[in-house]
């Protein structure tokens, strides 16, 4: 029997984002996606004889920000290459990337392990380069390019193959993701593909140092599928080792309804793509101040943002965690907030109320029908005894249902707590008088029965009644009752 304990997994990952600028890199064509196929094209995205591309800056600074928040060094002179080869989905024949000189290297990412340590994961290089079009197999009518997503810039992060575990490769996967995010350079969706990955994985012998060979793991596009297939490669690899057989390096297609990967024609794996420095663009060069404009207009990051909930709030390290997992949650926390002084009171009502209904219902905190203006009234009228917690559940909804604000809901559907403690009284003793036999029954040490006054009490004021002063006068009146019939 193989013994998988005895093999360590190495991975690095080849992560494409597509980043969020209003063009393509080269051209004026938009960058957004289009239903329609072949509308965002021009001669200079097409590649035509004689056009000449023009660098998007934005596309530039954005790539420097996610090499800052990844500890790169960002190369001030960086340099575009073309990348040649063959596929119908690449009209120019070549791929406009960076080759020996990217625009950020030699930084590192951290992610908890599978021990639970921080552990850096190197990143070798982010470079800039250009998307190719898609080919669109559509059942009955053969085969058909649409070229919209030519252009389209994009980052490629190149990891140090320092990923231990199918796990540890989503953590770091989700990390970047949630940094793109913080960023706003892409929006990190994995399913519509603007944010891919590819696996490279080999095993070799716990305690040694020297790499295995590796395999390519392509078509992955969801973290499912990633953990799945690479557990799967590694299985494989390890299987292959043991019965003696050598790992052939080859590229392979994940493929998610068999749960298995294979090989990908050959001819298509066989790179020699050729590259050259591309004539058509000047290097970029980006000047200090340029940089230290880039390093000014960086938001804060999804790391020192945890910390500082942790700080600031005072919040539980978990609660922070999952304020601060995406920006959306975290400002719509920090503007609920601003103005509570209960900042754990915000913090369950969020993680509880909110993302709860938002997971219900797969939206996303944007969609969200509540705004945190809103959401901070209501809470504000918890503290101030206006309704009690549970109430305040039931205005919620009807608040999400629809739309009105939490003082009308109340009015209208005449919800406010009634604290009034002679008001209360009143009622305690009207509710004891018509239930002598029960109050028999305490008198006679019967402890549970208080419960039944309380419900009682609760019922009569259609759960408005502010249950600490309920029990307290409650409470009050039969020891009084009890003492008196002594
Ligand atoms: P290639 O020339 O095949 O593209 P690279 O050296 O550029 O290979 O590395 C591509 C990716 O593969 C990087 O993320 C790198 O960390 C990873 N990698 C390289 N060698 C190995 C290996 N033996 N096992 C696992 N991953 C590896
Ligand atoms: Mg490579
Ligand atoms: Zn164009």
Redo the contacts with the bound molecule.
Sequence with gaps: MTDYLIYEP?????VHAQLLTNSKIFCSCPAEFSVEPNVHVCPVCLGHPGVLPVLNKKAVEFAVMMGLATNCKINQYSVFARKNYFYPDLPKGYQVSQYDKPLCSGGYFKILNSEGKESRI?V?RIHLEEDAGKLIHDSGFGSSVDVNRCGTPLIEI?????IRSAEEAVRYLNGLRQVLQYLGICDGNMEEGSFRC?A???VRLQGTQE????T?LKNMNSFRNVEKAIKYEIGRQIELIGEGKPVI?QTLLWDPDEELALPMRGKEDA?DYRYFPEPDLMPVTITDEWLNEIKFQLPELPETRKSRFIENYGLPVYDSEVLTSSKEIADYFEELASNLSDYKMASNWVMVEVLGKINELKLSINQFPVPAVNLSRLLYLIIDGTVSNKIAKEVFTEMMASGADADEIINKKNLIQISDAGQIQTIIENIVRAHPGQIKEYIEGKEKVFGFFVGKVMKETGGKANPKIVNDLLLKYLLKLRTQSE
């Excluded at 190495?10 to 080849?14: A, D, K, N, T």
């Excluded at 190149?158 to 320092?162: A, G, R, Y």
């Excluded at 790499?211 to 590796?214: D, I, P, V």
């Design positions: 190495v991975i690095g990952l080849e190197g070798t190149v990891s140090e193959p320092d590819d490279n994985v080999s790499l295995g060979t590796k390519e390096q790179h």
